[in-house]
């Protein structure tokens, strides 16, 4: 095990990454704890360390605070590690004793909770507005936009969601039967602001059943491949610029869902049940909470987006 993380044969490495990789669900959690041991592996290479070891960890810990890198990206590398060696001694690389050794490794504390970043009502507003209707491309990413900060939908799962999804609910548009974060299902209800754009984009692509948000060929031609969670971030990222809100992420816009919604006196476990939240369970169990579809948390939003004729 020591020999494979400390020599630079790839074949050697990308074995080991595939014990940890293959236990994820998620292609973002593969992508994230691949590129983190990758990393460690790295590091290893570069030092002289005595094998694979809780001391070797707790140096590469060192040597991660002092790049400065944030708490959660240390903590987040060190968990795809204490991964790994949970993996190995699984699967006979190393005794089970030192693996649970590396596993007793500590991470950072991290100071105060990061806010992140959310738009007021007017950006909110300017940002759906900025790509262009008339074109194929802009109505896509103007109904991509619009689905982002009134749904408060999740990057992943709007590369995943289909025309069947959207249905009529107690006499509103809703998305039904979403499958977000760890499997969990639900309900969103949609604003009609959302439903028209996305309308207006189907209309032009054709699009009448499967993905709703397709990939399209620099012709502008639009394909039967779903978007990317790159290139979603793409173009949040650069509406963000051009409305002056730089480095702005499509969970920025989840989050603009979740403080439009609660600054529009929506109650909490409403929002709760509209983002999907892992709490969500408990709360509805704790509360007694039904989902209110006819008084839902994107009706609060106080966006008015131009509807086209």
């Avoid at 290893?44 to 991660?64: P, S």
């Avoid at 006979?92 to 007793?104: D, L, N």
């Avoid at 409403?270 to 709490?279: D, E, N, R, T």
Wanted: proline content about 4%.
């Amino acid at each position: 095990m020591a020999a494979a993380i400390l020599t630079p044969r790839a074949a050697a490495l990308e074995r080991i990454k595939a014990l940890v990789l293959d236990t994820l669900p998620s292609p973002e959690s593969k992508r994230a704890y691949g590129q983190a041991l990758d990393d460690f592996f790295r590091w290893c290479g570069a030092e002289v360390v005595d094998g694979f070891t809780k001391a070797t960890v707790n140096a590469y810990r060192v040597d991660l605070e002092a790049r400065r890198l944030s708490s959660s990206t240390i903590n987040q590398r060190l968990c795809a590690i204490r991964k790994l060696a949970i993996q190995a001694a699984d699967n006979g690389f190393m005794p089970p004793e030192q693996a649970s050794a590396i596993s007793r490794v500590k991470g950072t504390k991290q100071a105060g909770i990061r806010t992140g970043q959310w738009l007021t009502r007017e950006q909110s507003e300017r940002l759906i507005s900025m790509p262009n209707p008339a074109t194929l491309k802009g109505a896509r990413d103007r109904a991509l936009l619009a689905v982002l900060i009134g749904c408060g939908l999740r990057r992943r799962e709007s590369t995943t969601l289909s025309v069947e999804h959207i249905q009529l609910r107690d006499a509103r548009w809703v998305i039904v039967d979403l499958i977000g974060k760890g499997a969990r299902v639900r309900t969103v209800p949609m604003p009609g602001w959302t439903k028209h754009a996305v309308d207006a984009w189907m209309a032009g692509s054709g699009i009448s059943s499967g993905l709703v948000f397709r990939s399209m060929h620099k012709s502008r031609r639009v394909t039967g491949k779903s978007m990317t969670a790159r290139s979603i971030f793409q173009i949040v990222n650069d509406a963000g610029t051009r409305i002056g809100v730089p480095n702005l992420a499509p969970h920025d816009l989840r989050r603009t869902f979740a403080k439009l919604a609660h600054k529009g006196r929506v109650a909490l476990e409403q929002i709760q049940l509209s983002l999907g939240h892992a709490s969500v369970t408990t709360t509805e169990r704790y509360l007694g909470v039904r989902q209110d579809l006819t008084d839902a948390p994107c009706d609060h939003l106080g966006l008015t987006i131009e509807v086209p004729r």
